[in-house]
């Protein structure tokens, strides 16, 4: 990857990848991560969810932290056992679910609700099968090092 992708360009011109176990028809973009060797430890995800979609309720130990670029969706969080509280997803707002709360997101609007979300890289699939070969072809060359001396 050059510097300058590295440092600059279009959202929309970066790879989709395949996030339907997410919801149908969810259109996902690794912006930073360890991918691109600016970010090891997190990755910075761009989401479009269409319109009358949403990512069914879900928990994880990670928080994620969001900003919102176009639309008008809600984010439900179980702060509370049994009691969901919406978080407005508005073009400009920012959100975090903290690690550990059941959380779900709704677009009911007839646009579609596009996004910014950072989680660690453990968090995301994809960030975390790239970062995973990374260090073991790191070790491998480190191997083959020490037996050449």
Same mark, same amino acid.
């Given at each position: 990857?050059?510097? /300058?992708? /590295?440092? @600059?360009?279009?959202? $929309? ?5 395949? %996030?339907? %176990?997410?919801? !149908? ?6 912006? @930073? ?13 761009? &989401?479009?969810?269409?319109? #009358? ?6 928990? +994880? *130990?990670?928080? +994620?932290?969001? &900003?919102?670029?176009?639309? *008008? ?7 509370? !056992?049994?009691?969901?509280?919406? $978080?407005?997803?508005?073009?400009? @707002?920012?959100?975090?679910? !903290?690690?550990?709360?059941? +959380?779900? $997101?709704?677009?009911?609007? *007839?646009?579609?609700?596009? &996004? &910014? ?7 995301? !699939? +994809?960030? /975390? /099968? $790239? ?11 480190? #191997? ?6």
């Amino acid at each position: 990857m050059s510097e /300058k992708a /590295k440092n @600059y360009g279009s959202i $929309y011109d970066l790879p989709l990848q395949n %996030a339907s %176990a997410l919801a !149908p028809e969810i259109e996902k973009r690794t912006v @930073y991560g360890p991918e691109g060797g600016v970010w090891k430890d997190y990755v910075m995800r761009h &989401f479009i969810l269409p319109p #009358h979609r949403g990512i069914p309720a879900h928990v +994880h *130990d990670w928080d +994620h932290l969001m &900003f919102t670029l176009s639309g *008008d969706g809600v984010v439900e969080v179980e702060e509370e !056992p049994g009691k969901r509280t919406p $978080y407005l997803m508005k073009t400009g @707002y920012w959100t975090r679910v !903290p690690g550990g709360l059941v +959380h779900e $997101y709704k677009n009911d609007a *007839d646009i579609p609700l596009e &996004f &910014f979300c950072i989680v660690p890289t453990c968090g995301d !699939p +994809h960030a /975390k /099968k $790239y970062a995973m070969r990374a260090e073991r072809a790191a070790r491998k060359e480190a #191997h083959e090092e020490q037996e050449e001396r």
